[in-house]
């Protein structure tokens, strides 16, 4: 293994400053990295010229001791449904093929100011609607971790940032950008065995983040560990003016104590007992159970607690995803940008085949849905009544998280990020894409229904040698708290993505 992958961004830049590695090297080596390992599909899209350029650059900056900080050339992926000027965003769409927008989005721009490198764009399902990373049409991405990528015997990323997931986990990249909807960022994360993070809905801004639900939907965060993933994100977060939905106030940038340093024995852990559901695998729950005691262990109050509304939660985010869906869809029409049918015989038909001829199958099925949902006649009874459940839901967090005379407060909750090890691509093929969404997300759309922080951290091997994570979550603004108890499981567990993945791959 080439020595710089083993570094974390810290001692990468500290590389830089001493002269003991050079930004265009990295940058070249991932470069080829990625040529090679093009059988995981990963990326839609390599920037190289700009890759390249941006790595001289730094270069230059580290040679006149002018370097912009810890990000400053650390090699970056983005997901192709943030909006990059001079690269294509296709959302792995036909509609978007040929898409190369005038802009960055706010999250781009703020990676490209603190001098990181974009190696490229990383696939996804097409418009983000999926959960396996297995429908775009630059075709699926694979997960490194696979015992063969033969037919169809592979292990799907997971989605829809799979591809973001699956170049972080190969060491193709130091970090990369998802985007996380109902668990979009965490449940690849799981699955390819790296850090993923759902940050506060409004901590990130979305402008320049081709929406897919407006009220769910946040930038997140992949690394191989939880000190680069609050490098990454003290780059990112903070109030943008061309998103209003961003906090107001001023962000503080993060600093987690040492881990000798973190004493645990005033925190809460909850437990929701809802989450050990019947579909849960026999490792998962002993791999929560073992955390569980770790952190009990180490003097830390853990008890059950209940969200009750957990049960409905998935249905409810199924009803409001698509009705958002279908109003975020309506502005491909081709007629303003996007892909553009030749049929223009009238108006509607022009917007009906270039919709026929842009989108896939599941989008297509949301959009229908969406709108059926959102017809007078059916709209106080599912849409109206999915926004009364899911405040019950944002409620359900609230009693926890602060305390009451009749609930005791946690600080933090400890949860399955999915309920098993990543599966083998037939096994997820043969459900719809609707079961699919069902299964993976149940854990993590929670979340972002109420809008708090989420993390996914990889604590073992399951014995089929694949990883097995699990999920933390907290008060809004409270990921100081959540990233500081993740770092210190981090440390007990001592799961290294890449020694584990060389011993795996070994082991074949």
Known sequence: MRRHLQLGIKQLTAGYINGHLSPLSVAEQALQDASSLKTLNAFVCMATDLALQQAKESAQRYADQRSLGSLDGVTIAIKDNFCTSQVPTTCASRMLQDFVPPYDATVCARLREAGAVLLGKTNLDQFAMGAGTVDSIYGPTKNIWSESFAADNWRIAGGSSGGSASAVAAGLCYAAIGSDTGGSTRNPASYCGVVGLKPTYGLCSRHGLIPLVNSMDVPGILTR??????????????????????????????QLPEVEQIDLRSLRIGIPKEYHCDALSTEVLETWTKVADLLECAGASVRQVSLPHTAASIFVYSILNQCEVASNMARYDGIEYGHRAADERSTEQLYAQTRAEGFNQVVKTRILTGNFLLLRKNYDHYFEKALRVRRLIAEDFAKVFEA???????????????????????????LSNRDQCAVQDFCTQPANMAGIPAVSIPVRLSTAGLPLSLQLMSNSLNEQLLLTVARWIEAQVEFDCLESLQRHVASL
Request: hydrophobic content about 40%; aromatic content about 6%.
């Open 225 to 254: 560990s939880v000190s680069d993933c609050v490098e990454v994100l003290n780059a990112i977060a903070g109030p943008d003016a061309l998103d209003s939905t961003t906090i107001r106030q001023p962000y503080k940038k993060l």
């Open 404 to 430: 009451s005379a009749a609930n005791e407060q946690v600080d933090i909750l400890l949860t399955p990020t999915t309920l098993s090890e990543a599966p083998l691509y037939k096994d997820f093929a043969a």
